[in-house]
């Protein structure tokens, strides 16, 4: 496929507007559409979309496919990374300790790959796991941003450094200024710090780019109840 078409949708999943994202794809031709770029990113914005079930019926078609090339190759590698986090999501553990267990084996990006477990630890409330295999992403790649957004994000759930989470999550925007997940963790890391007008700038802003996005919509529902609380106790 010309890689002009298919950067139209792949800047529409990467700006966070994965429906839109979704309807470009689909809009495809049928020759187009069984691209498997093209089927890699509609597993993609499923994923995103959290309609697990689909992004499922796609990624799988990606794994199974044979590689025509490095570039196909290494776009089978990313799938089985992506499909290690939706098996985990949904419960189905053993499928993603053996994605993951073959990525390793096979020598993928390490980064990735650490930073995927750590995900998946932190689901699994696995939360001393999940820091520590984020500061391993850290320790080989500074600037690695899922690292910086996940360990972030996982330090102000804890209310755990603070600080550290604060300066993590502002390098991870700096990185990245217009990723809804990184607005989202600059804001939930000033929610926990009691900075609750910073922190509604940042989620205000980072529901403007995921408008459908419950999580975001849930921290600014926490802000609301902390201004009301506090309201009613200085009267």
């Not at 796609?58 to 799938?79: F, H, K, S, W």
């Not at 993951?100 to 020598?107: D, F, I, M, N």
Request: charged share 25%.
């Amino acid at each position: 496929m010309e890689q002009r078409l298919l950067s139209q949708g792949i800047l529409l999943y990467k700006t966070g507007k994965y429906t839109e994202a979704l309807h470009f794809f689909q809009s495809l031709s049928s020759e187009q559409a069984n691209d498997l770029d093209v089927i890699y990113f509609i597993g993609l914005c499923y994923m995103k979309l959290k309609r697990y079930e689909d992004a499922l019926l796609y990624l799988e078609q990606v794994v199974t496919a044979i590689p025509g090339d490095d570039i196909q190759q290494d776009r089978i590698l990313q799938c089985r990374l992506v499909l290690a986090v939706i098996y985990a999501t949904t419960g189905r553990s053993r499928l993603a300790e053996f994605e993951l267990r073959s990525l390793k084996e096979t020598g993928y990006n390490p980064c990735a790959v650490y930073a995927a477990m750590a995900y998946i630890s932190w689901l699994q409330q696995d939360y001393t796991k999940s820091i520590e295999q984020y500061e391993k992403v850290l320790e080989m790649e500074p600037e690695n941003i899922t690292a910086l957004n996940g360990l972030g994000y996982v330090l102000a759930c804890l209310n755990k450094d603070l600080t550290r989470a604060l300066m993590l999550s502002k390098r991870a925007l700096d990185i990245s200024p217009n990723s809804p997940a990184c607005l989202d963790t600059l804001g939930w890391v000033y929610y926990k710090l009691g900075l609750l007008d910073e922190a509604e700038n940042f989620l205000r802003k980072a529901l403007e780019k995921d408008m459908s996005n419950e999580e975001i919509l849930e921290h600014l529902k926490m802000i609301q109840a902390s201004r009301e609380n506090s309201a009613l106790g200085g009267k």
